[in-house]
């Protein structure tokens, strides 16, 4: 069982910043794949972005194209911390988020976290 907590959301003005970090539990983090995921008010959940396990290639990532160039996930398997970092938001990047393991690497997420909320001011 893999436990995830996400943390690091609030509320910034458009153009700005912020960094969620999702914590995991357990010893095989470093062997999972990861995703985020977002849900905004009266909306489907949606795929944000994922980060592969570390390999010895190093790891990969990919991104939803409404972030891709805004946003990057990054791993840190010393402190089983999985990150986004969120840049030039925009009022539509608000939402919850949600950080995600997929254990097999098959985008299939297993286990999810309760969610941080995200909301951007114009």
């Known amino acids: 069982q893999v436990q995830l907590v996400e943390s690091g959301g609030g509320l910034v003005q458009a153009g700005g910043s912020l960094r969620l970090s999702c914590a995991a539990s357990?010893?095989?983090?470093?062997?999972?794949?990861m995703g985020w995921f977002r849900q905004a008010p009266g909306k489907e959940r949606e795929f944000v972005g994922r980060?592969?396990?570390?390999?010895?290639?190093?790891?990969?990532?990919d991104y939803a194209d409404s972030v891709k160039g805004r946003f990057t996930i990054s791993r840190d398997n010393r402190k089983n911390t999985v990150y986004l970092q969120m840049n030039s938001l925009k009022p539509e990047d608000t939402g919850v988020y949600y950080c995600?393991?997929?254990?097999?690497?098959?985008?299939?997420?297993?286990?999810w976290g309760q969610g941080t909320q995200v909301t951007v001011s114009s």
């Open positions: 995600a393991a997929d254990p097999r690497g098959v985008r299939q997420y297993d286990y």
């Open positions: 357990g010893r095989t983090f470093s062997a999972y794949a």
């Open positions: 980060i592969t396990r570390i390999t010895l290639s190093g790891s990969s990532a």
